[in-house]
């Protein structure tokens, strides 16, 4: 709790004054006369003309969001028209939306983009009303008489520029739905938003790149199969240097139980590659039959925040490879809008999945119900169970070089209401946990202010005014109890809060939930160990005395 | 004077900080409310720099870096930024009447200014060095692999 927040005196001071978020010149006309404006480190570079010709996407061309001119195609008014038409119809949930908010503004502060910008565009509210605006102005009649009354206008060019700078400045974190007494869920108003943009070629290469990529090679990266492999493999020798173990994954074998999935960061980024040898530290550990697929090679989405249609397609590989491979079960990596994808689409955008089983784990023999419809376990799941049934051998003690605190990502919170499985996990394998205020975690989490695509480097001033209550929240744990490792379980949370921890909290290092399962698992046969899988010296561990019984 | 103006400080230290503390909100280009994050780090780092005012030291260092780092991701001009401090000689200024100290607290508002800077410039950098650096992690397996 703020030390800082209002008196009641101040309250009532704010009630009778009733001060505008609009201030000076603005502060009698209607939100969208303010001015915005398009400037370094507030916006992404557009899709590149071969990629959106790769997607077959319409209107490819070389632009950017500083020109005068964004080329639009003739008719595009029209497209956008027709296109929120269509999808008022298809789905239900976006007419509802639009038709039921009171603006009772119960979600404007709960934004990390509004906290950290103080725009009044990035209250949810308002960033709603952008499109609402314009989906209000089916009665022109009404609004020609009385200007503003019904708060529609106009679509124009630069409705379409306002749109591109606010529908990615949200995360699609869903951190106001929480807080929304109708449960509007804004992150599905900017899905279609940015649906309806990429109708007329307004995008960003940030999210249209991994796509392509996506729909050519299995993962966002690009990575060819043979290099997806040989990178597991070095990881697989690290481990060897590390450990003296040998862990054995296999690729695309038949028969397998479980199919693998995780996002391709952990098979080719820094800090991911680590979280990616705890999974494979863990699966030999217990002796698990999986593979892993060098097609389906990708758990993220970023279909997801390109359009429905994309979406499912690139989340069609999951079931395929699981039907090809006669595997009786998926599990899936560390990921944050995978797992909205899968939780919350996947059996009714792909499946149903009847070829496969109701997941069991074949350690434990838990029947993991809550999966019973996509066939799919989230690897928290799967490890909290392990841990539950002592079925693991862990040291805590390996990871005494860290004092922790966990980040839940937006999309597992929010999406599929996991908030206990990583904390369990974290309470066993490390000695020093400690949570940050109770309005950042939990279902309240905060964003890293880089979801959704929009974590791309020239968008960086941004995401880090975006990041900002997320990384505050921290800097209280860090000021309070020395914290120095944020704890996460998301692929972009991985890739994006370093840079914000380095900006904001200099000292605290990110890292995947698995890693530190990885530091603590005893291994059969391993040599005596004194380094974490970063090869960072752990405490305690550099003579006899520090060593395992 | 400094020492004088040390006290001053402290004496009214609740009022001035809010006067200046205002002047900071005031340059974002809406409300930023009470209770938000920003609020919460501009009141803290500003309070820092005034209780470090009289003679620099830690306080002060660590306050101006946390208000540099605040600004420096902010789409409004440095001057802009800066120019706060320049708000806070004419608050300070209502609190001393003598010349002699007028023109010291000039002084030591110039060089908390230009300390300012410095920071602003660090942290404009580290924007800099965070993409070269994501850069390099995104790619970390491909750069390993070509090291050999």
């Not at chain 1, 979801?451 to 020239?458: K, Q």
């Not at chain 2, 800066?82 to 607290?105: G, K, N, P």
Request: aromatic fraction near 10%.
């Amino acid at each position: 709790m703020s030390k800082y927040l209002p008196k009641l005196s101040d309250l009532k001071k704010d009630f009778e004054d009733k001060p505008s978020i609009l201030k000076g010149d603005y502060s009698k006309k209607e939100w969208w006369d303010t001015p915005f404006e398009f400037r370094d480190g507030n916006w992404s570079f557009p899709a590149k003309p071969e990629v959106v010709e790769e997607l077959g996407f319409p209107n490819s061309r070389k632009w950017s969001a500083l020109d005068d001119d964004w080329k639009l195609p003739a008719d595009w008014q029209k497209t956008i028209s027709e296109g929120l038409k269509v999808r008022l119809k298809k789905y239900r949930s976006l007419k509802l939306y639009l038709d039921s908010c009171v603006r009772c503004g119960a979600c404007a502060d709960k934004c990390h983009f509004f906290l950290g910008t103080g725009d009044p565009r990035n209250m949810p509210v308002v960033r709603a009303e952008l499109l609402r605006s314009v989906y209000r102005n089916d009665f022109p009649l009404v609004e020609k008489i009385l200007q503003g009354f019904s708060g529609s206008r106009k679509l124009t060019s630069e409705v379409i520029k306002e749109w591109h700078m606010y529908y990615y400045q949200c995360t699609e974190c869903r951190r106001c739905s929480v807080f929304c007494p109708l449960g509007i869920d804004t992150a599905e108003i900017t899905m279609v938003a940015r649906e309806l943009l990429n109708l007329i070629g307004v995008n960003n290469n940030w999210i249209l790149a991994p796509v392509a990529n996506c729909n050519r090679t299995g993962n966002h990266l690009g990575i060819e199969p043979h290099t997806f492999v040989q990178n597991i493999e070095s990881l697989v020798e690290d481990i060897e240097d590390m450990t003296g173990v040998t862990v054995n994954p296999t690729f695309n074998r038949k028969g397998a139980e479980i199919l693998f999935i995780t996002p391709s960061g952990d098979v080719f980024g820094d800090p991911g590659v680590y979280t990616m040898m705890g999974y494979l530290l863990l699966f030999h550990h217990i002796g698990l039959d999986y593979t892993i697929s060098t097609y389906a090679s990708e758990g993220g989405n970023f279909g997801m925040f390109t359009s429905n249609d994309m979406m499912k397609k690139l989340n069609a590989k999951m079931y395929h490879e699981a039907e090809r491979l006669k595997v009786k079960w998926i599990l899936g990596g560390e990921c944050g809008h995978m797992w909205r994808v899968v939780h919350q689409y996947m059996n009714t955008m792909n499946g149903p999945a009847d070829f496969l089983q109701v997941p069991v784990s074949p350690i434990t023999g838990t029947k993991f119900t809550n999966a019973a419809a996509t066939k799919m376990v989230h690897i928290a799941e799967f490890t909290a169970d392990l841990i539950y049934h002592k079925k693991l051998k862990l040291d805590p003690r390996r990871n005494d070089h860290l004092k922790t605190t966990f980040h839940d990502s937006c999309n597992v919170a929010r999406g599929m209401g996991m908030f206990e499985e990583p904390r369990f996990i974290l309470d066993n394998v490390c000695n020093s946990f400690h949570e940050m205020p109770e309005n950042t975690i939990r279902e309240q989490t905060f964003c890293c202010g880089s979801g959704s695509g929009i974590n791309s480097e020239e968008n960086m001033e941004m995401r880090m005014r975006g990041g900002f209550p997320r990384a505050n929240a921290v800097k209280h744990v860090k000021d309070k109890h020395k914290v120095d490792s944020l704890v996460t379980i998301c692929a972009i949370d991985r890739a994006s809060l370093p840079a914000l921890m380095k900006y904001w909290n200099p000292g605290v290092t990110v890292y995947g939930l698995h890693e530190l399962v990885g530091n603590a698992l005893v291994m059969e046969g391993e040599k005596k160990r004194t380094e974490d899988l970063r090869e960072h010296p752990m405490t305690g561990f550099d003579d006899e005395e520090g060593d395992v019984d | 004077m400094s020492k004088a103006m040390g006290r001053v400080i402290q004496q009214n230290r609740k009022e001035i900080l809010a006067g200046w503390h205002g002047k900071a909100l005031a340059l974002f280009s809406e409300k930023m409310a009470r209770g938000t994050p920003i609020f919460d780090l501009l009141h803290e780092a500003m309070g820092m720099i005034l209780d470090g005012f009289e003679e620099g030291g830690e306080s002060c260092t660590e306050g101006l870096s946390s208000f540099s780092r605040i600004f420096a991701i902010h789409p409004f001009p440095p001057s802009r930024s800066m120019r706060l401090f320049f708000e806070l000689q004419t608050i300070l200024m209502a609190f001393v009447s003598d010349d002699e100290s007028r023109d010291l607290l000039q002084t030591r508002i110039k060089e908390i200014m230009l300390e300012a800077c410095d920071d602003f410039m660090a942290h404009r950098e580290k924007i800099y060095q965070l993409k070269v650096e994501e850069r390099q992690r995104s790619m970390f397996m491909a750069l390993r692999r070509a090291e050999g």
